[in-house]
């Protein structure tokens, strides 16, 4: 089945530290990618999200893109700030027909970004 | 109100309690799904409601009973709970049709502790 990897955490980084979180992932079809962010003592939100190859997704400076090729979708973010603190999810959406499909979640990547 | 929202925010229950756990959604989205997300493990689906039917349980204990009276409401009954029951527990909803699901949105959790 389809199925999601994550680089393990946790990343500690330097404010202003440029970021990479890998994720890699395997999928029958065409699957959506999305990663998510949760704050702590938060529920999960959309960071950003790429529907098709070569898509850019982006949002308050993090970006992924979308590789077919190597099925990536690692998240970067040019110069990070204490308060993008946070646990990171990556995930995609199951391939296949009909409309029980569900996304599929890594295991979470955590950060803390020192001052 | 916007989004999801999910009450109570935090919630202590003995063993042999009985309480529910509700989520709304404002977005006019077709499915809603519970999940537990407990310290050092991977986000774990506990139901998925399309259009107000159950299409999945995934080998959740019968303490758990959730109940999706219309589309913009779901709810999760607890009784008889055990210690290991202890987590966050999510609230989502999306809309989903036969090209795919798209992108969950999340409530913010009830952190629930079982005593």
């Known amino acids: 089945g389809d199925s999601v990897t994550q680089m393990e955490g946790p990343v500690t980084l330097s404010e202003e530290a440029f970021l990479t979180i890998n994720c890699t992932y395997t999928?029958?079809?065409?699957?959506?990618l999305f990663w998510y962010v949760q704050y702590p003592g938060e529920g999960l939100q959309l960071l950003l999200k790429?529907?098709?190859a070569d898509d850019k997704g982006s949002n308050k400076g993090f970006e992924a893109t979308y590789r077919k090729e190597t099925t990536s979708f690692h998240l970067e973010k040019g110069s990070v700030q204490v308060s993008d603190s946070a646990v990171y999810f990556c995930?995609?959406?199951?391939?296949?027909?009909?409309?029980?499909?569900?996304?599929?979640w890594g295991l979470g990547t955590s950060l803390a970004v020192n001052p | 109100e916007t989004g999801v929202t999910q009450t109570p925010r935090h919630l202590v229950m003995g063993m042999t309690n009985k309480k529910s756990l509700k989520c709304e959604q404002h977005?006019?989205?077709?499915?809603m799904y519970w999940y537990k997300q407990s310290a050092k493990k991977p986000l774990e689906l506990m139901f998925v409601?399309?259009?107000?039917?159950?299409?999945e349980n995934n080998s959740v204990p019968s303490r758990f009973s959730p109940e999706c009276p219309n589309s913009s409401h779901l709810f999760l009954h607890l009784h008889t709970l055990q210690p290991e029951d202890s987590a966050l527990y999510l609230c989502?909803?999306?809309?989903?049709?036969?090209?795919?699901?798209?992108?969950?949105?999340f409530g913010p959790g009830t952190r629930l502790t079982v005593t």
């Open positions: 989502a909803s999306s809309q989903v049709n036969a090209q795919g699901v798209r992108e969950q949105y």
């Open positions: 790429a529907t098709k």
């Open positions: 999928a029958t079809g065409y699957p959506s």
């Open positions: 977005l006019g989205h077709n499915a």
């Open positions: 409601y399309n259009f107000k039917e159950q299409t």
């Open positions: 995930a995609l959406s199951e391939s296949g027909a009909g409309n029980n499909r569900k996304l599929i």
